[in-house]
């Protein structure tokens, strides 16, 4: 089907003066209602096409995906007849919204000759669903917009945009529609997880957990956010986003994570940045006084301080390696003795820290030795990560439930850590198969006499 579409278009200039801002103010105001005019008219055409196909008896291999309906009186019973004629237009207008404008048009019916019902064919061609008043494209855009500010500012700025006027209640509500699923892992080595709390409805307080990956350079891929599930209920659903397992899982030491998560990686890492800060909080708890604590602080920080060489590990001698390695076991054992002077002293909560951390704390430096594989020692990324989600979360909205922070948690981490992800989703959403194409054929100008 081929469509001809003609437009004329007028530039008036009084006085034979016009400045460069006045010529693309006007051709922005007036290309508007072009795109309406063109949409509405590609869509009558489309629409006459499919009626004159559906009522014609000679070409019944031609009605092939048109006119799909369930018998008349049923819901669910679908009518095998494929023989029509026109029944008139519907009484009411569909409203349509697009990216930047707005149609109005009465779907042409058509009439079941076998059953008797009376339908309109173009909004099943269309892919629109009942009661359904803008594209997906529009619903992108809007997304978009909430995911990088919020619901409010988010709907003004489409205003500001020049787009088409969407109020907070009408994005928010559309936005209840997107749910991204979680997405499957890129084969990257590293594992890393974490949560926090946010404000969830009515007045509670709510668990939002995030899920990513990591490659050797830093890039990250985010698997899922979730809110409200536990650790277990997360694990097993990672697990079936890859058949192998991660090389390494860093985390804060959470005893979910460990327990939970661990078995998705061959290795298990601890923060280092976390051990000597939640070693002072579990020295605070035993009473230790602040003087000692920061005393202490200090101590194990300088334990953990073993560095990887800066020379590619080819380069590095097999002697290097072993120091290297040396260092490492008079740091563990550095540490179990000050896991026992805590015994002696009464600093339960503080030795039961250091020995659950102890072994944990190098594993970035092992894998370094046994494969040349530099990974993570600390899980600040994935921290400033979520630490920035919940921020968003509070920017866009207060009050969650689990499955709408988990819903909007997921929208923010896919578009603004995933964009090829967000785009796959959107092209699978709104269907695009390059089944429609329009281009400008031809434009010429000329001087009214």
């Known amino acids: 089907m081929q469509v001809h579409i003609e437009l004329h278009l007028e530039a008036n200039i009084p006085k034979d003066r016009a400045n460069a801002n006045e010529i693309f103010l006007e051709v922005t105001r007036v290309s508007k209602e072009a795109k309406e005019k063109i949409a509405l008219a590609v869509i009558e055409a489309y629409e006459e096409n499919i009626i004159e196909v559906l009522c014609d008896s000679n070409v019944p291999e031609s009605k092939e995906g048109l006119g799909r309906h369930t018998r008349k009186g049923e819901s669910k019973e679908w009518c095998q007849c494929r023989t029509f004629e026109r029944a008139g237009y519907r009484s009411d207008k569909r409203r349509l919204r697009g990216n930047g404008f707005r149609i109005k048009f009465k779907p042409a019916m058509v009439k079941c000759l076998g059953c008797g019902k009376r339908f309109s064919p173009v909004l099943d061609a269309l892919e629109l669903k009942p009661y359904q008043g803008r594209t997906d494209e529009l619903l992108q855009q809007v997304t978009e917009a909430i995911a990088d500010t ?5 709907s003004d700025q489409l205003e500001i945009l020049g787009d088409v006027p969407v109020p907070k209640s009408t994005a928010h509500r559309w936005v209840a529609t997107v749910h991204l699923p979680t997405n499957k892992s890129r084969g ?9 709390g946010f404000h969830k409805q009515p007045g509670q307080r709510g668990n939002i957990r995030l899920v990513m990956e990591m490659g050797e350079k830093g890039g990250i891929h985010p698997l899922g956010v979730w809110a409200g599930t536990d650790w277990e209920s997360i694990a097993e659903e990672v697990k079936n986003t890859r058949k192998d397992k991660w090389k390494l899982l860093n985390s804060d030491g959470e005893r979910g994570i460990d327990k939970r998560m661990g078995p998705l990686a061959e290795n298990l890492g601890r923060c280092q940045w976390h051990f000597a800060r939640d070693s002072s909080f579990s020295l605070w708890k035993d009473g230790v006084p602040l003087d000692e604590r920061e005393i202490i602080k200090d101590q194990l920080n300088k334990l953990i301080s073993i560095e990887i060489p800066k020379k590619d590990i080819e380069l590095v001698k097999s002697s290097d390696k072993e120091k290297l390695l040396q260092k490492i076991r008079t740091a563990e054992n550095d540490i179990l003795r000050l896991q026992e002077e805590f015994k002696e002293k009464g600093y339960i909560k503080a ?4 020995a ?6 190098f594993t970035h430096l092992k894998m370094w030795v046994d494969t040349g594989i530099i990974a993570p020692k600390t899980a600040s990324l994935i921290e400033n990560i979520i630490r920035e989600l919940v921020r968003r979360l509070k920017k866009v909205g207060w009050n969650w439930s689990d499955a709408g922070a988990e819903r909007m948690g997921r929208i923010v981490m896919i578009r603004r850590y995933d964009r090829d992800g967000w785009n796959a989703y959107w092209r699978k959403r709104m269907n695009l198969q390059n089944r429609c194409q329009i281009k400008l054929v031809y434009c010429t100008w000329r001087r009214a006499a």
């Open 150 to 154: 919020s619901y409010r500012r988010g």
């Open 188 to 196: 990257d080595p590293f594992l890393s997880t974490d949560g926090t």
């Open 351 to 354: 030795a039961v820290y250091l």
């Open 356 to 361: 659950n951390a102890r072994k944990k704390l």
